[in-house]
């Protein structure tokens, strides 16, 4: 049975400060994706990573994919309040089906 | 900017009533994917479809049904709501290969 773990589940920062969310999966996959959802929104995507050491980098965001490790990362550098969020990754299954994870919710506190 | 558009934002059924949730894109992306959302459970996949009158189940199909008579609607038909079925219900489409985009969602109770 594929899994696809997030952690922290819950991720309350000051601004400012750098953190890590990590997200595990137990299936082979060249491709895994990031998404972001704001309280009653729906899902934005963030990165598509597409295959092992890909680095992507959006503003304070940056997430990376070790296929190898079956583990991406999604890195916070110097939180804001606009980053507080629920983040979730998904690994892409065969024909294109997206597994996601439980997700991280994010605040981000001054 | 591409759309996918779920008709309802919010929902209010009976038990046992028959529940249409309709959803829409405008981008001609051959696969459309019904998801539900719950807190602690992530989303979970309930059916999806690669083309025109195609349908596959996905990891939690029951007591849900679909339809796809034209590629850009994919409808998702709760037989006989119940209880627990009260959900975030999410539609996505996509291009082979490519990430989902995503509808606003639709909050259905089922009371």
């Known amino acids: 049975e594929l899994k696809v773990e997030q952690n922290p589940l819950f991720l309350s920062m000051q601004e400012g400060k750098n953190y890590t969310i990590y997200c595990n999966y137990s299936t082979t996959s060249d491709r895994l994706y990031w998404y972001r959802q704001d309280p009653g929104k729906s899902l934005e995507s963030l990165f598509v990573?597409?295959?092992?050491?890909a680095v992507k980098q959006e503003g304070r965001l940056m997430a990376s994919l070790d296929t190898k490790a079956r583990l991406s990362t999604l890195h916070i550098t110097a939180a804001v309040h606009d980053l507080s969020a629920t983040y979730f990754c998904?690994?892409?299954?065969?024909?294109?089906?997206?597994?996601f994870g439980t997700g991280t919710s994010l605040t981000v506190i001054p | 900017d591409v759309k996918v558009t779920q008709s309802s934002r919010y929902l209010v059924k009976r038990t046992g009533e028959k529940v249409f949730l309709e959803c829409v894109q405008d981008m001609d992306h051959e696969n459309m994917f019904w998801y539900r959302q719950d807190p602690g459970l992530g989303l979970r996949l309930i059916y999806f479809?690669?083309?025109?009158?195609?349908?596959e189940k996905g990891d939690i199909p029951e007591g849900y049904s679909v339809s796809r008579e034209k590629k850009e609607r994919f409808s998702l038909i709760l037989e006989s709501a119940s209880t627990n079925q009260t959900s975030m219900y999410l539609c996505a489409s996509s291009l082979w290969g490519k990430s989902y985009t995503f509808g606003s969602g639709t909050r259905l109770t089922v009371v």
């Open positions: 479809s690669y083309d025109v009158k195609m349908k």
């Open positions: 998904a690994v892409d299954r065969p024909r294109n089906q997206f597994y």
């Open positions: 990573l597409l295959s092992n050491g």
